[in-house]
């Protein structure tokens, strides 16, 4: 079964400072994906960076960033110039290539953002 | 609509009571999705529905839980004889699933939360 570990239940970032939640996972599988979502207090969830196992180079989407190692089974998402709306809980996410496989999510790293 | 839109926001019920929540999803989109989420945790799978095919049930946690959905509408998430336990908000999310096009990005609603006293 695929298993995804974050092993930072909390973390805090000065205001225009950068920050790195770490995300591990476990899986037999060579294709895969796997994600960030974002989580506010109006608790909708929104997807943040999304990687492609069998791509090397690494996503990016504006101030969001991964470092993704894919034999170290590791994700981890770096938030630069962070902002005080990036005040979240962060999930990290992974799911087989194949349609009907369903997101295994991480128990979350709920940042906060210090003016 | 434009998004994954879920009723009631909020849901407050005695112990025992039947609850039914709603899920209406992006138009179009193929694959719902319930999922919940207990204080403080990540999300814990319950149900996936796909065009025609029988629902993956495998993660409702017992058989007070059951879930419906209209073709690739509407879907409803009911909880019998509630328990406190089942306190927690329940997302739902939707995604456009094709043979061909798969991307695994699901687009969630905003939830209802449930709380059994």
């Known amino acids: 079964a695929q298993t995804v570990t974050q092993s930072q239940p909390e973390m805090s970032v000065q205001e225009a400072e950068t920050v790195t939640l770490s995300c591990t996972y476990d899986t037999s599988e060579s294709n895969y994906y796997l994600f960030w979502y974002k989580q506010p207090p109006s608790r909708q969830m929104i997807l943040v960076i999304r990687q492609e196992a069998y791509k090397q180079q690494n996503a990016t989407e504006n101030r969001f960033s991964v470092n993704f190692q894919k034999a170290a089974k590791s994700f981890s998402l770096k938030i630069s110039d962070s902002q005080l709306g990036d005040t979240a809980m962060y999930f990290c996410?992974?799911?087989?290539?194949?349609?009907?496989?369903?997101?295994?999510f991480g128990e979350g790293t709920q940042l906060t953002v210090n003016p | 609509g434009a998004g994954v839109s879920q009723s009631p926001s909020n849901k407050v019920t005695e112990k025992g009571k039947d609850v039914e929540l709603r899920c209406d999803p992006i138009?179009?989109?193929?694959?719902l999705y319930w999922y919940r989420q207990r204080l403080g945790q990540g999300l814990e799978f319950l149900i996936y529905?796909?065009?025609?095919?029988?629902?993956?049930k495998s993660g409702l946690p017992s058989d007070r839980f059951s879930a419906e959905r209209t073709g690739e509408s509407v879907s409803t998430l009911t909880i019998q004889r509630t328990q406190q336990e089942d306190s927690a908000v329940y997302l739902c999310?939707?995604?456009?699933?094709?043979?061909?096009?798969?991307?695994?990005?699901?687009?969630f609603g905003e939830g209802s939360r449930l709380t059994v006293l």
């Open positions: 529905f796909q065009g025609n095919s029988a629902p993956d």
């Open positions: 996410a992974y799911t087989k290539e194949t349609s009907g496989s369903r997101l295994t």
């Open positions: 138009s179009g989109h193929t694959a």
């Open positions: 999310a939707s995604s456009l699933e094709l043979a061909g096009v798969y991307t695994g990005e699901l687009f």
